[in-house]
């Protein structure tokens, strides 16, 4: 059974930077995307942030972190880390890693009902 664990998560005032990531293991195949999301308050919708085509290496990101979040994969430890520089207040949210099939990291992030197995979240806070 595939499962994710976030960590890295954290208060930092705004400019900063916070690396999180998401620990996998699991996977029957290397054919998967792992996207990146964050919900700002509970009860709303989760966005997605950045995705990851572990098939073709392809990265995509929302407008509103591009340029300021990169996305990599650390093969020898199974993880993959979104690393966020020039933090704004508006990027506070729960952050949460999840998989789904590389579809949902082709030509841009997936929707997150379409994204299956989910870590448990990490929280981001920035300050002003």
């Known amino acids: 059974e595939v499962q994710l664990v976030e960590s890295g998560g954290g208060l930092v005032q705004a400019g900063g930077s916070l690396r999180l990531s998401c620990a996998s293991s699991?996977?029957?195949?290397?054919?998967?995307?792992i996207g990146w999301f964050r919900q700002a308050a509970p009860g709303k919708g989760r966005e997605g942030v950045s995705?990851?085509?572990?098939?073709?290496?392809?990265?995509f990101y929302a407008n509103s972190v591009k340029g300021r979040f990169t996305i990599s994969s650390d093969i020898a430890k199974n993880t993959v880390n979104l690393q966020m520089n020039s933090l704004k207040p508006e990027d506070t949210a729960e952050y949460y890693c999840?998989?789904?099939?590389?579809?949902?990291?082709?030509?841009?992030?997936?929707?997150?009902?379409?994204?299956?197995?989910w870590g448990q979240g990490t929280q981001v806070t920035v300050s002003s």
């Open positions: 999840a998989t789904s099939s590389v579809e949902n990291c082709f030509a841009g992030i997936g929707p997150y009902e379409e994204y299956d197995h």
């Open positions: 699991g996977f029957a195949t290397d054919d998967y995307a």
């Open positions: 995705c990851l085509n572990n098939k073709d290496g392809s990265a």
